[in-house]
């Protein structure tokens, strides 16, 4: 991959898994020192890299370095109590946006990660399985259970208000 | 076959699954009117497996027993399936189709199309710039470690000619130092007349001589001379070592010799017969200059003595050669030339010769009062004359 090829992928991903990351451990900061590794990773196989191949190693690499942070559990409690307050302080939801995301923050990191790779980037269940180390089947699983979960969380939410 | 005892209960099953026709239904039911045990236990078994309907859902009931692709147990993994676009147009279709047909089953659709994600388009990484690379390629290592070796050589290189550059410059630099301070002494050397003086340049060992015949003396004898010499110099300002005063070909020790003096004298003869106004009076300064003559030497009318120095009978060997030899630069080369040789008594040994003879005559005429010495010192404090005045004789 040329220099000129990197820096097409820093325009074109960045974000994206900025956004991945983020949506699964809500730190700002620390997501963003993970997607400077990611990219600094990349950077130092960038003779080794496909251009092809680019956004799957970037996705690869970042959720890797982010399951690493998740495991110190840093972040489970952070993200949980992120909502946890919420409820505690608001009774009623305004918006759905907000029941969507609750309903997303009660999945684990293994079922947000596939169904951000599967929504945001719109990835099959072979190429999420190579991201995350999981097989086809392991894939469909998470994502089949993960929406089942939040239909049902939703459902229930919706018929409150 | 017949339905009996043995094999009801595969019927019964078969009867749940909604596999059974209807002719091996009705038979099942004529079997079990004839068994009312048979047939409580059947009863209790249909209202124990009856689906409940989700709290908030209600199907249609047509939907319990309905062995079509879709039903109370499946409805949600087919309609992931519709959102996750796993199943094929015909199967897409009729569920499409159930689904309007059931409001229940739509809304359900309707809630799980909500968990299908949205990017969120306001969150963005920013500065993205400290990620962007300039289109330079890593050098292998190898190729940094050589040019970190070349740079090096190169910076011992010019370090070294700029070495050398500075080190010829401050040799030049040297001379010129050396040359404009020759000048200037030059100038200041100047005699009263402007004649200049050119300054010789000698090596080691002539400084040596230059500078010392004291220095020689401290070489040749170890004894530190009482008195440390001038640069001689003559009324006319003349360098009185001309040449090379070294003559000394073994180069042994450095024995300074003095370049020969003419000393002049204008009555060679001591006479005390002759009176100062008898003889003519010689001009000092015409006949040095005449004669090329280094020391004038008057006649003996030259009684008082002042200055004298170094006149000690007791240390004659130090004082009186010393005398002679440093301050006066009298030795056995000096040339003595005589004017107005008396021309009575040829048996009167000269001054001159007997100076130009050798010390120890003078000395032994100083030493009996025969030869004295006069010294007039200049405002500087140099030599300014010197007489040797002969009496007695």
């Given amino acids: 991959m040329t220099v000129t090829e990197y820096n097409t992928c820093v325009k074109n991903y960045a974000d994206s898994v900025f956004r991945f990351i983020y949506k699964n451990i809500k730190d700002e900061e620390k997501a963003k020192d993970i997607v400077q590794d990611t990219f600094v990773k990349m950077w130092v196989k960038v003779d080794d890299i496909i251009a092809e191949k680019a956004k799957s190693y970037l996705f690869t690499a970042a959720y890797n370095t982010m399951i690493d942070a998740i495991r110190k559990d840093k972040y489970k409690a952070t993200y949980e109590d992120h909502y946890d307050d919420y409820l505690t302080t608001h009774n009623t939801f305004n918006d759905l946006k907000e029941i969507i995301n609750l309903a997303f923050s009660k999945l684990n990191e293994t079922q947000r990660s596939v169904v951000m790779l599967r929504d945001y980037e719109g990835y099959s269940y072979d190429e999420i399985g190579k991201i995350t180390g999981l097989n086809e089947s392991q894939v469909k699983v998470y994502i089949y259970r993960a929406r089942l979960s939040m239909k049902k969380f939703i459902g229930s939410y919706e018929n409150v208000v | 076959m017949e339905i009996n005892i043995n094999n009801y209960e595969v019927y019964v099953i078969d009867f749940f699954d909604g596999m059974l026709n209807e002719i091996d239904s009705a038979n099942l039911l004529i079997f079990l009117d004839q068994n009312p045990v048979l047939k409580e236990e059947f009863e209790i078994l249909i209202n124990s497996s009856k689906l409940i309907p989700l709290e908030h859902n209600s199907f249609d009931s047509s939907l319990l027993l309905k062995p079509t692709n879709i039903n109370v147990n499946n409805y949600d993994e087919k309609l992931i399936a519709l959102i996750e676009n796993d199943l094929s147009q015909s199967e897409k279709d009729v569920l499409l189709s159930e689904i309007n047909s ?16 949205i990017p969120d388009s306001k969150i963005l990484f920013k500065n993205k710039e400290s990620l962007i690379k300039t289109p330079f390629r890593i050098l292998p290592l190898y190729i940094q470690i050589s040019a970190i070796a070349a740079l090096f050589i190169a910076v011992i290189i010019v370090f070294y000619f700029a070495n050398n550059f500075n080190s010829k410059n401050q040799l030049a630099n040297n001379e010129a130092i050396v040359k404009a301070k020759q000048d200037s002494i030059s100038k200041i050397l100047k005699s009263k007349n402007n004649i200049p003086i050119q300054l010789q340049r000698y090596n080691e060992k002539e400084m040596l001589a230059f500078g010392g015949v004291n220095a020689a003396l401290v070489k040749k004898n170890g004894k530190k001379p009482m008195v440390s010499p001038a640069i001689p110099l003559n009324k006319n300002n003349k360098n009185l070592f001309k040449e090379n005063p070294l003559n000394n070909n073994n180069n042994q020790s450095v024995t300074p010799i003095p370049m020969p003096k003419k000393i002049i004298s204008d009555n060679g003869l001591i006479n005390n017969n002759i009176t100062q106004t008898e003889l003519p009076k010689l001009d000092e300064k015409q006949a040095l200059k005449e004669n090329n003559a280094d020391i004038y030497l008057p006649n003996n009318n030259e009684i008082a003595f002042q200055n004298i120095e ?11 050669t010393s005398y002679l030899k440093n301050q006066l630069q009298i030795t056995a080369q000096s040339e003595v030339i005589a004017v107005n040789k008396p021309t009575n008594s040829a048996e009167n040994i000269t001054l001159a010769e007997s100076i130009g003879l050798n010390v120890l005559s003078i000395y032994n005429m100083v030493s009996n009062h025969d030869l004295k010495v006069k010294k007039t010192y200049n405002n500087d404090g140099e030599i300014e004359k010197v007489r040797i005045v002969a009496t007695g004789w």
């Fill in chain 2, 310 to 320: 170094s006149v000690n009978i007791e240390n004659k060997d130090r004082s009186l």
């Fill in chain 2, 102 to 117: 059931y409001p229940d089953l739509e809304k359900a659709y309707e809630l799980f199309l909500k968990t299908k994600l």
